[in-house]
């Protein structure tokens, strides 16, 4: 390639990716970073850790923020029982969930070019309900074996989806109607099963298919977290690889972007994220939904920023635990009933707000 | 008569002829054969045979529920496909069954009733409420919803209600074990005297329906040509829309949710006989019931002796459907 | 067979079961403006879409510098072919600064993600197109023109040998339709860019090329430098209308005048 000086004399300045600094490291090394997403992910990171500590403050017991910090320092309290033992383990689950669950949304809408997709309507969560409630009524109820259940019943449907959607290429309106059908169908399928079982089987099915942070520890986490590890670079790769996916396929050939990998490439991250965290709670319904969306809105970039989906949706789950908890206490409600009841209004506002040229239709 | 004409005529009569085997077969097939002489000796002549009994008492009821139930699905998918111009637009899938599920939940948990004829209302009042929600939203925003568009709107709803029902279960443990059993969407066990209740309505639904369908022609053109041939669009819309409510609520009340029948048939029958809704709509309305009723002598039989509820049946069987009809390029590029 | 960069031998390009052109040679000269006329459904978006390797050929091949497209990684493809689809989808809510910048995106890895060449690029793309005021505006907001040219201009910052083109002035009034080709043209003479446009106007084809093809159902009816061939007869057989071509007032480029228009009827009731 040759450079040649400009066409003609100009006073202009430079034009820069808007909202962006440069980092130039080395004479070779150059980073943009995007200074409004950083500072929403830094005020996100506070608040998640306020609700954090809120939450393990609150509960049967009240314990004093004080007491809270010192355990979570390792420093002895009396309070630790309680705190370390009791609701810790639930709480870090629910962070983790949560943190999945909005980057698979962010991962699954970048794919489908769509803000309205999410694992909850591509067969992913379906699937894994309707394995989960079929290995219960099969005698299968320990919360130890279950998430691998689910994860792979996630896992086969959204195979099922896409290779059902394929057509000599993934168009998204295809992909999102086939999931939807998929849905519906292992939604009938789970409820065959829920009047299978017994009483008692039916009775933790039904909760289970809600998404519920109940009894959930350590146990369910561990998996989740060792996932999300092993998958970090991977999530770097797909912070860079998702700007592409926002083109038609067209424009991105012309940019040089193997559209299909990546599309392909992203989709399976979000897929397995959202089965392992459907794995570790069930499904939370329209936590992959919503996290995306309002981070995108904090951030204003024209991508969806990962990492502020992923701060965002555990925000989510924790605060709608903390409601689940407290609201009817004693009685707990599970937590997908309040991510569902705040979601599905969210949703069919932005169905019902979106310009019709661009929402579905350029899909 | 024209060679088109004729071919529908062939077609509604063989319609006609598919009815009449799918009742016999269902009068016929279950547990218990029942040879198509003696049920044909039993619905004429009585008897008090234990084979006559099974037919009066049980499949009879049965299978007037589901010729129903079928007939109100099929035309009610085929109108709000029609006045949605979406080829997906069915009440399983935009959430309007579900609706009826939180009604019976309601009464379960609530009003304390316990029969299947009690819930019938309930079922009816949820499915109209989710059924305004739906359209509301399918019709906001500019130019109509896209098949994309409504489907995840359906789905959105679907999970609204499931979690509401899922917050009354969870307070209420005892309703829980009376609802699983109707979420299921089924018409064994039904009662006769729920078709009694139920077939006025889907009279005035069918009558809604009729009023409206010479406009369903004028629409499929889109809005400014119907308007152009001097139809009253929206006039037109909402008879359409409170006569598939009324049909969708009057059979998801009598058998609670069943998927995909309403999606599946009317484009059956457009493969059939064309895009005329003079021909249409009663196509639809012949394999409606056919569609239905094969559906639930299958789930009688596959895993005997016990019972696969129809609702699973037709599920199983729609999803194929749905894929072929979302791999066509036109609807996957609307 | 001459050094030209772009090639295709033997092409056959179909969509599902309808083969739209069949075994088709072509050169792209290099330093050129080469337009591809012809009437509606001829193959010639078709053709350009291969060239771009939007669409993969049945058989045959297209080839840039002897080597089959379909074995150059489309990363590396990008570097030297630009492309502007005829119906491009910008990302909801982007601006038109941010547009344009992706355009450097087959030229930037992850350690380098904003170079001084990049910056030199864009700056100099939306310059060229008059973007630059528009730099901070959301593309969703922008008219049919302005939108035009901010794509033009990412295609631009792309900074290729080639640019490939399809029907660049849909949507745009006169002026702006104008404005875009001697755009292109510019280009192409000040950077010795080479050029191929699918173009429906044929007068602006003949004002604009330096070689024309002419296609017809699927198959090349001529080509060369509008001067030799168009004519009467040449427009007859293409696009099927009777035609008088006369000297361009202006440029002295071939202009094509339709004959007169056919006798209507007399008036009804009269």
Redesign the interface.
């Known amino acids: 390639m040759t450079y040649l000086p400009p066409a003609g004399p100009s006073g202009r300045s430079p034009v820069r990716p808007a909202g962006h600094t440069v980092v130039r490291a080395g004479h070779r090394g150059s980073f943009l970073l995007h200074r409004r997403a950083l500072a929403v992910a830094v005020v996100l990171a506070v608040l998640l850790a306020a609700a954090v500590v809120a939450s393990l403050c609150v509960g049967e017991s009240y314990v004093a923020p004080g007491e809270v910090v010192r355990v979570l320092l390792g420093l002895p309290s009396p309070d630790e029982l309680v705190v370390g033992t009791l609701r810790l383990p639930r709480l870090v689950t629910g962070v983790l969930v949560g943190a999945a669950f909005g980057v698979s949304g962010a991962l699954i809408q970048t794919v489908a070019r ?1 803000p ?2 999410s694992p ?2 591509i067969g992913v969560t379906h699937g894994a309900g309707a394995a989960t409630v079929a290995a219960m009524t099969f005698g299968l109820t320990s919360y130890a074996v279950l998430p691998y259940v689910s994860v792979v019943g996630g896992l086969l449907a959204a195979l099922l989806v896409y290779v ?2 394929w ?1 000599g290429g993934l ?1 998204a ?2 992909f ?3 999931g ?6 292992l ?3 789970a ?2 099963f ?2 299978k079982g017994d ?1 008692l089987v ?2 933790q099915a ?2 289970w ?2 998404g519920s942070l109940n009894g959930r520890g350590y146990d369910q986490a561990a998996p989740l977290a060792t996932v999300l590890v092993l998958l970090v670079p991977f999530l770097l790769w797909a912070a860079r690889a998702q700007r592409g996916a926002a083109f038609d396929e067209d424009t991105a050939t012309a940019l040089g972007i193997g559209l299909g990998r990546v599309r392909l490439g992203l989709s399976v991250l979000g897929v397995v994220l959202a089965s392992v965290a459907t794995g570790a709670a069930g499904p939370v ?2 936590v992959a939904l919503l996290a995306p969306q309002i981070a995108r809105r904090l951030t204003r970039t024209p991508h969806i920023p990962l990492m502020c989906s992923a701060l965002m949706g555990a925000l989510i789950v924790v605060v709608a635990d903390l409601l689940a908890r407290r609201l ?1 206490a004693p ?1 707990e ?2 937590v ?2 309040f ?3 705040v ?3 969210y ?2 506002w932005l ?7 661009r ?3 350029t ?1 | 008569m024209s060679g088109a004409a004729s071919r529908r005529v062939g077609w509604m009569a063989f319609g006609l002829l598919l009815l009449l085997s799918a009742v016999m077969l269902s009068l016929a097939v279950g547990s218990r054969a029942i040879a198509p002489s003696v049920v044909w000796e039993a619905l004429v002549h009585g008897g008090m045979s234990d084979d006559a009994q099974v037919v009066r008492s049980l499949r009879v009821p049965r299978t007037v529920i589901g010729v129903l139930v079928g007939l109100a699905l099929a035309v009610a998918g085929t109108v709000l496909q029609g006045i949605t111009r979406n080829p ?1 637009a069915e009440p ?2 935009l959430g309007i069954s579900q609706g009826a599920s939180l009604g019976v939940v309601c009464a379960i948990a609530f009003a304390g009733v316990h029969s299947l004829t009690g819930y019938v209302w309930y079922a009816f009042v949820g499915a109209g409420l989710a059924a305004v ?1 739906i359209y ?2 399918a019709s ?10 409504l ?10 209600l ?3 029902i ?2 009354v ?3 209420n ?1 005892r309703a ?2 009376e609802f ?2 109707w ?3 089924s018409i064994s066990g039904r009662d006769a005297s729920i078709a009694g209740q139920v077939w006025p309505f889907l009279l005035a639904g069918l009558l809604l329906v009729l009023a409206m369908a010479r406009g369903l022609d004028a629409l499929a053109l889109g809005d400014d040509i119907a308007r152009g041939l001097g139809r009253n669009v929206a006039l037109l819309r909402a008879t359409g829309a409170l006569g598939a409510t009324v049909l969708t609520g009057a059979a998801v009340a009598a058998a609670g ?1 069943i ?2 029948t309403g999606l599946a048939v009317p484009h059956i029958a457009r493969a059939l006989v064309g895009p005329q809704h003079r021909w249409l709509l009663p196509m639809a309305a012949l394999l409606g019931p056919v569609m239905l009723l094969l559906a639930d002598v299958l789930g009688r039989v596959v895993v005997r002796p016990s019972e ?2 129809v ?2 049946m037709t ?2 069987a ?2 194929p459907f ?2 072929a009809l ?2 066509r390029k036109k ?4 | 067979m001459t050094g030209n960069r772009l090639t295709a031998q033997g092409l056959t390009l179909a969509y599902e079961d309808r083969v739209v052109v069949e075994d088709l040679d072509v050169e792209i000269p290099d330093g050129e403006v080469t337009v591809i006329v012809g009437p509606n459904a001829c193959g010639k978006s078709t053709l350009l879409r291969a060239l771009g390797r939007l669409l993969k050929p049945r058989r045959g091949a297209v080839l840039l510098d002897g080597t089959d497209l379909s074995r150059i990684p489309t990363r590396r493809i990008a570097q030297v072919v630009g492309l502007l689809p005829q119906t491009p989808v910008a990302p909801e809510g982007i601006t038109v600064a941010d547009l344009v910048s992706r355009g450097r995106q087959p030229h930037q890895k992850w350690w380098q993600q904003w170079s001084e060449t990049d910056e030199t690029s864009v700056t100099e793309a939306m310059e060229r197109t008059s973007t630059a005021d528009l730099a901070e505006r959301q593309v969703d907001e922008l008219s049919g023109g302005q939108r035009q040219r901010v794509w033009i201009a990412m295609a631009l910052a792309q900074d290729t040998d080639l640019l490939l083109l399809d029907e660049p002035t849909t949507y745009l009034d006169i002026a702006h339709q104008v404005e875009v080709l001697d755009l292109v043209r510019q280009l192409n003479r000040e950077r010795g860019r080479t050029v191929v446009a699918v173009l429906h106007d044929l007068n602006q084809a003949a004002r604009y090329a330096d070689h024309l093809i002419a296609m017809r159902a699927g198959r090349i009816v001529a080509q060369g430098p509008p001067a030799d061939i168009v004519t009467a007869e040449l427009v007859g057989k293409v696009f099927g209308l009777a035609s008088v071509v006369v000297p361009d007032p202006v440029t002295g480029d071939p202009l094509v005048v339709p004959g007169p228009p056919r006798q209507a009827g007399p008036p009804r009731g009269a």
């Open positions: 769509n309205l997709a909850d309507v059902l959607a057509r168009a309106s295809r999102v109607l086939v939807i059908g998929i849905s519906v169908a939604g009938s399928l409820r065959l829920v009047t009483y039916a009775q039904k909760t298919l809600t319904d329209f009817l009685l409600l599970p997908g009933v991510t569902a009841l979601g599905a209004p949703l069919m169905i019902v707000s979106a310009r019709s040229s929402t579905g239709g899909a | 997906i399983g899938i929600c509301a939203v906001g925003g500019r130019g109509g919803a896209s098949p994309v568009k489907a995840l709107a359906g789905a959105a709803m679907n999970a609204f499931a979690s509401l899922s917050a279960l969870t307070t443990a829980l074990d699983r059993f979420d299921v969407g949710p998927a995909f696969v509820p609702a699973v599920a199983l729609g999803v749905l894929v979302v791999r609807v996957a590029a609307a």
